[in-house]
């Protein structure tokens, strides 16, 4: 009985944004909790465990040597997209801030209830956390690719010239693009969420 003269004690239009903030936040939580920890996989994947892979090479008196190659997947790009994947952590605790944000709004206090403009800075900072995990994300895959893009180059005029590449472009380095659409991916989803948020609270100024 409490509880429903608590709801009603609650303003309409906060009781619809604190269901809004609820909502949303519950999903944009877990879809990147999943998008988080896969695209975690896949990086480790791509930069502890392939990182160092055999290759033959073609001497001038033709045999042919087993050598290693570093995975274009490591190094400066991969740095940048790790640096976004661990926003995208904290783009998952503001996430749940919301969830426990929306708890707050339904308080029949209005005391406790955070203010407009608190909530406001929030959202905003939120989307500020996402663009900077994406700009990082953005050229950690600018890095990637265009070593992968040098290496097709080589590959194309060793084949011209004879003989076998040194360096062929291996699943490994795909797999490590598709780690940085992941991140890409989870950073659109918390953009998107504190932008439906804040159409929310426009709706009901």
Do not use: E
Not at 37 to 63: K, M, W
Not at 122 to 138: D, N, P
Not at 142 to 153: D, E, H, N, Q
Request: aromatic residues 10%; contains cysteine; hydrophobic residues 50%.
């Amino acid at each position: 009985m409490s509880s429903q003269l608590d709801s009603y004690a609650v303003p309409p239009a906060v009781r619809r944004v604190a269901i809004a903030f609820r909502r949303i936040g519950v999903v944009s939580f877990w879809a990147q909790v999943v998008l988080g920890v896969v695209s975690t996989i896949v990086l480790l994947f791509s930069g502890l465990f392939l990182t160092n892979q055999p290759s033959v090479t073609t001497l001038p008196n033709a045999t042919r040597v087993a050598t290693s190659q570093a995975n274009p997947g490591t190094g400066f790009g991969l740095f940048l997209t790790g640096c976004g994947l661990v926003v995208i952590y904290l783009s998952i605790y503001w996430a749940y801030s919301y969830i426990r944000l929306a708890k707050k709004l339904q308080a029949p206090d209005t005391q406790q209830r955070p203010k407009r403009t608190d909530v406001f800075r929030q959202l905003r900072i939120g989307i500020f956390m996402s663009l900077v995990g994406m700009l990082l994300t953005l050229l950690g895959g600018f890095a990637i690719v265009g070593t992968l893009v040098g290496k097709s180059f080589q590959v194309s005029a060793v084949s011209v010239l004879g003989g076998l590449p040194d360096q062929l472009i291996k699943g490994s380095d795909i797999f490590a693009v598709q780690g940085v659409f992941l991140v890409l991916l989870a950073h659109f989803i918390a953009i998107l969420t504190s932008l439906w948020l804040l159409r929310a609270m426009n709706r009901q100024a």
